[in-house]
């Protein structure tokens, strides 16, 4: 019976070995204990930031601002509200929502273990007030004189505080401190609810559904191929997140002229000539417009593509009743994954929305060991709709993870290629 058990203990050493080696990329052990990070946070000292607002991926962006900030305080941040609301201006509007009702709180903890640390308010010992930290404001508060102010929060009294509550702007509106592989960690924590996961799965299979369906038909000729379910998650799709609506159009047009550049704002019909000059594009293929609600009424948005492009809106798809059921926040998150997932997106370089997608898309390939490449070859090729690229269709676009501040990435630039080689020894990420 002993010879039994240590002979079966030595052949599952051996097994384990075989396959650790076969296969890198799987862990035996919980995803915590794969990353790098040696140092740890403070677990009885707390930031609180104020309520996150604007749009899903600004308050990515706040979101991670406030997680730095605390790092840097050798703090844990006190799980923030968020707002479901896209209202910016109005703060009854705000709508909060906990953090933990979008995003999974225990494996953003497991996965940032040591970078960075979120806590609960039930987890406060309340021994002491919290200590208010007011955030300058105007253009006499420099970057400087911002991070001064946090570097003396580590040294003077209000260190002894359990928690220092800093009051004022939303904090995307902070000075940023950060380069852009800081940010890219926090995001890389931050994983969707299971819920919003399987709507946007759902979203993504009746696109290639439709995909499908096209194909037998043009290849076919009117025969139903058989279409089995790894089929079917192998057809491609294009995402487009069109920005062409109205409002949009009047900041986009009043920034062109505050800046003086002409490639920020695209017309539908630049946006559908450009998308058609892609090149390589097996057609027939979906293109699944990633639209704001107001253009959903709005019917024009689905003609003048180029034969073989299948442009699909949430009403066309029939998928507006998932989307329906949710807050804008929610609604947006489905979109952000059907984006990130798409086999070519295609964005705005002036949207945050599309900059943090291509952000996404750039960590996903270099998480492939692809170090320098648009993507055309791995499914993963983004593009900027606004600038023209090679034979006159949109620039091809993935994120310069060297950037030392994520402004560009916030604001948009005009500044992008695929040309920038990414980061490969720095990151020590494998999930
Ligand atoms: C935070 O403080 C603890 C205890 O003082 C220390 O061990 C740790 O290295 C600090 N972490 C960082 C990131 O500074
Ligand atoms: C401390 O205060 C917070 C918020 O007011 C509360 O949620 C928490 O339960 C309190 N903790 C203790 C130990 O009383
Ligand atoms: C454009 O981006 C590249 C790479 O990110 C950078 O080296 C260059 O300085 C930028 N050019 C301008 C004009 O900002």
Same mark, same amino acid.
């Given at each position: 019976?002993?010879?039994?058990?240590?002979?079966?203990?030595?052949?599952?050493?051996?097994?384990?070995?075989?396959?650790?080696?076969?296969?890198?990329?799987?862990? @035996?052990?919980?995803?915590?204990?794969?990353?790098?990070?040696?140092?740890?946070?403070?677990?009885?000292?707390?930031?609180?930031?104020?309520?996150?607002?604007?749009?899903?991926?600004?308050?990515?962006?706040?979101?991670?601002?406030?997680?730095?900030?605390?790092?840097?305080?050798?703090?844990?941040?006190?799980?923030?509200?968020?707002?479901?609301?896209?209202?910016?201006?109005?703060?009854?509007?705000?709508?909060?929502?906990?953090?933990?009702?979008?995003?999974?709180?225990?494996?953003?903890? &497991?996965?940032?273990?040591?970078?960075?640390?979120?806590?609960?308010?039930?987890?406060?010992?309340?021994?002491?007030?919290?200590?208010?930290?007011?955030?300058?404001?105007?253009?006499?508060?420099?970057?400087?004189?911002?991070?001064?102010?946090?570097?003396?929060?580590?040294?003077?009294?209000?260190?002894?505080?359990?928690?220092?509550?800093?009051?004022?702007?939303?904090?995307?509106? @902070?000075?940023?401190?950060?380069?852009?592989?800081?940010?890219?960690?926090?995001?890389?924590?931050? /994983?969707?609810?299971? $819920?919003?996961?399987?709507? =946007?799965?759902?979203?993504? &299979?009746?696109?290639?559904? =439709?995909?499908?369906? =096209?194909?037998?038909?043009?290849?076919?000729?009117?025969?139903?191929?058989?279409? #089995?379910? &790894?089929?079917?998650?192998?057809?491609?799709?294009?995402?487009?997140?069109?920005?062409?609506?109205?409002?949009?159009?009047?900041?986009?047009?009043?920034?062109?002229?505050?800046?003086?550049?002409?490639?920020?704002?695209? #017309?539908?019909?630049?946006?559908?000539?450009?998308? =058609?000059?892609?090149?390589?594009?097996?057609?027939?293929?979906?293109?699944?417009?990633?639209?704001?609600?107001?253009?959903?009424?709005?019917?024009?948005?689905?003609?003048?593509?180029?034969?073989?492009?299948?442009?699909?809106?949430?009403?066309?798809?029939? *998928?507006?009743?998932?989307?329906?059921?949710?807050?804008?926040?929610?609604?947006?998150?489905?979109?952000?994954? *059907?984006?990130?997932?798409?086999?070519?997106?295609?964005?705005?370089?002036? /949207?945050?929305?599309?900059?943090?997608?291509?952000?996404?898309?750039?960590?996903?390939?270099?998480?492939?060991?692809?170090?320098?490449?648009?993507?055309? $070859?791995?499914?993963?090729? #983004?593009?900027?709709?606004?600038?023209?690229?090679?034979?006159?269709?949109?620039?091809? @676009?993935?994120?310069?993870?060297?950037?030392?501040?994520?402004? &560009?990435?916030?604001?948009?630039?005009?500044?992008?290629?695929?040309?920038?080689?990414?980061?490969?020894?720095?990151?020590?990420?494998?999930?």
């Amino acid at each position: 019976m002993v010879w039994k058990c240590i002979i079966l203990a030595f052949i599952l050493l051996v097994l384990r070995t075989v396959i650790l080696d076969a296969f890198p990329g799987i862990y @035996w052990t919980a995803p915590s204990t794969t990353l790098a990070f040696q140092a740890s946070l403070r677990k009885d000292k707390y930031l609180e930031v104020p309520q996150i607002a604007w749009g899903l991926n600004n308050q990515k962006i706040a979101f991670a601002r406030a997680c730095l900030t605390a790092r840097l305080l050798n703090r844990t941040l006190l799980m923030p509200s968020l707002s479901t609301s896209l209202s910016y201006k109005e703060v009854e509007l705000l709508q909060p929502i906990a953090f933990d009702k979008i995003f999974q709180f225990e494996r953003f903890n &497991s996965i940032c273990n040591g970078f960075v640390q979120l806590g609960r308010y039930s987890d406060l010992l309340n021994q002491t007030k919290p200590f208010e930290l007011q955030k300058g404001s105007g253009r006499k508060w420099t970057k400087e004189r911002d991070l001064y102010q946090l570097e003396q929060c580590k040294e003077d009294s209000s260190d002894k505080f359990e928690v220092i509550r800093i009051v004022g702007k939303n904090p995307f509106l @902070w000075h940023d401190h950060w380069p852009v592989t800081d940010y890219a960690k926090i995001f890389e924590c931050l /994983s969707f609810v299971e $819920e919003i996961e399987e709507e =946007a799965a759902r979203v993504i &299979s009746k696109i290639r559904e =439709a995909g499908a369906e =096209a194909r037998s038909k043009t290849f076919a000729h009117g025969r139903k191929l058989v279409t #089995s379910g &790894s089929s079917i998650q192998s057809v491609p799709y294009i995402a487009v997140h069109m920005r062409v609506e109205k409002d949009w159009m009047i900041h986009c047009k009043k920034l062109e002229r505050r800046l003086n550049i002409n490639q920020m704002c695209s #017309s539908k019909a630049e946006i559908t000539e450009r998308v =058609a000059n892609i090149h390589p594009l097996q057609k027939p293929i979906v293109v699944y417009l990633a639209v704001a609600d107001s253009l959903l009424e709005d019917n024009s948005i689905l003609s003048g593509w180029q034969q073989g492009l299948l442009p699909f809106d949430k009403k066309k798809l029939g *998928v507006w009743d998932i989307y329906k059921k949710y807050p804008y926040l929610i609604q947006s998150a489905i979109d952000y994954e *059907v984006c990130l997932r798409a086999d070519v997106f295609v964005g705005n370089s002036f /949207s945050t929305f599309s900059s943090l997608v291509v952000l996404g898309r750039t960590l996903k390939l270099m998480k492939i060991g692809v170090t320098r490449s648009c993507g055309v $070859e791995t499914g993963l090729a #983004s593009y900027a709709y606004n600038i023209i690229g090679k034979h006159s269709g949109p620039q091809s @676009w993935i994120t310069d993870l060297s950037a030392s501040s994520l402004h &560009s990435i916030s604001y948009g630039t005009n500044n992008i290629s695929c040309e920038v080689k990414l980061l490969q020894s720095n990151w020590q990420w494998r999930i």
